[in-house]
């Protein structure tokens, strides 16, 4: 009864094995720099539960040596925690896209491979490595079971006003251009709590997963029905180093006025913008929250922006839902940050969210850990903090399909 969760990277690959009676991580480690200098440069951080976390330097030309390695670390037998491969039900892919294709998990198989290629257009950084794991682990676990679980599929029930953009009909018809949204396993995790915490049959949810890449959706007894992350994860929310929303037309004249191609433009927008372009230290949120203490003025610039859109979404995502029963809050700014909660929530009692602000800074100084009501008690909404779990979702949806 154990699955293994992989999120393959470029040049990384993430792994936790879980065992699925508990849902516990027995162990999880990370290759980071595969393929860089010929993998020369490559290493592992490996840690089994209870025990301290090792280093292993070893040469990754590609994702398949990583695999291997996983595969020789977790059965070693000082350092592993299962005796064989014998012992791994199924394996469980973080994949990027979906396109419209993909509404749910799927296990694996020949069609299903040409169809994640055909999705290739659509993530071409991403779905290149999400498609290497999976034919690593056919390569090297042949007859396990692989399942492709996708950012954007909890987000396919979207209704089609909401997805569609208004350019000409034929670029949604041949180019496949519409809003797919991402963080979908977040959501769909964060939600699903938030619905059994409600304990009520018709809910109206907004999930604010605010990491070092952000977004919110909006989601109508169980379904999403909006999110902020469109065609790709550069639309909505502005975020660690990407821009999210802004008026079109600044893209093109900024483009004009500085002589950028498409890619120099693409790479200012996605690697050089949001938190890191107005802060200009850096993208981490931390030092964004310490700075804006001390009253350094871009600090507070970059923080009042940050929560301001924020909290521009959640009355946009009330009047999408007709209401709003909870508004929760994910993810490392989410989790973590009093400061920005209070922020977003300050102002809103008039819709119904009311923020009880000691309860939530208490919680940041007690680091008080699972789900959390930050609510005021008469709030007519309720305000949560609920840690996602994005590789349990993989893990439960790969037992479901695969292990059982
Ligand atoms: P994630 O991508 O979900 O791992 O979140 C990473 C972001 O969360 C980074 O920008 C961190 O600086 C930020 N973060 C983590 N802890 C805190 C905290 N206590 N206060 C503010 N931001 C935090």
């Known amino acids: 009864m154990k699955v293994l969760v992989l999120n393959a990277g ?3 690959l ?16 990370m290759c980071e720099r595969i393929g860089v200098n010929g993998g020369a440069e490559a290493y592992m951080g490996y840690s089994a539960a209870g025990r301290d976390k090792i280093e292993i330097q070893h040469e990754m030309p590609s994702h398949k040596e990583a695999i291997e390695l996983m595969i020789a670390t977790l059965t070693d037998k000082l350092n592993g925690v299962i005796a064989s491969l014998d012992e791994i039900d199924a394996v469980g892919h973080r994949v990027l896209h979906g396109g419209e294709t993909f509404k749910s998990s799927v296990i694996v198989n020949d069609e299903i491979m040409a169809k994640l290629e055909e999705n290739v257009p659509l993530g071409p950084l991403h779905m290149p490595p999400n498609i290497m794991g999976i034919k690593a682990c056919q390569e090297i676990m042949p007859g396990k079971k692989n399942v492709a679980v996708f950012d954007t599929a909890f987000h396919q029930t979207m209704p089609d006003y909401a997805y569609m953009y208004p350019l000409p009909y034929q670029d949604y018809k041949e180019l496949r251009v519409r ?11 964060v939600s699903e709590v938030a619905v059994k915490l409600l304990g009520k049959e018709n809910s109206k949810v907004v999930v604010c997963h605010l990491g070092n890449g952000s977004s919110v959706s909006a989601v109508k007894d169980g379904k999403c029905i909006d999110t902020s992350m469109g065609l790709t994860p550069l639309e909505g929310l502005m975020m660690g180093t990407r821009c999210g929303n802004i008026d079109p037309a600044a893209v093109l004249y900024v483009m004009e006025k500085r002589n950028m191609s498409v890619k120099e433009m693409d790479s200012y927008m996605n690697k050089q913008s949001g938190i890191l372009g107005i802060y200009e230290k850096n993208s981490d949120f931390r030092n964004v929250r310490d700075d804006y203490a001390k009253g350094d003025e871009r600090a507070v610039l970059t923080l009042n922006m940050v929560c301001y859109k924020i909290k521009q979404y959640i009355g946009n995502y009330a009047a999408s839902l007709g209401g709003i029963d909870a508004v929760c809050f994910t993810g490392g700014i989410g989790e973590n940050s009093a400061l920005v909660r209070e922020k977003v929530c300050a102002d809103l009692a008039f819709m119904g969210v009311d923020l009880d602000f000691d309860k939530n800074s208490r919680l940041e100084r007690e680091r008080t850990a699972g789900n959390v009501d930050i609510s005021k008690d008469g709030s007519k909404a309720k305000i949560l903090v609920i840690p996602t779990n994005e590789e349990l979702v993989i893990a439960r949806d790969t037992f479901d399909l695969a292990g059982k």
């Open 10 to 12: 470029s040049s990384s």
């Open 179 to 189: 809003k797919y949204g991402f963080h979908g396993t977040s959501h769909r995790f």
């Open 14 to 29: 993430k792994y936790q094995l879980f065992n699925m009676l508990t849902e516990q991580v027995i162990a999880k480690g």
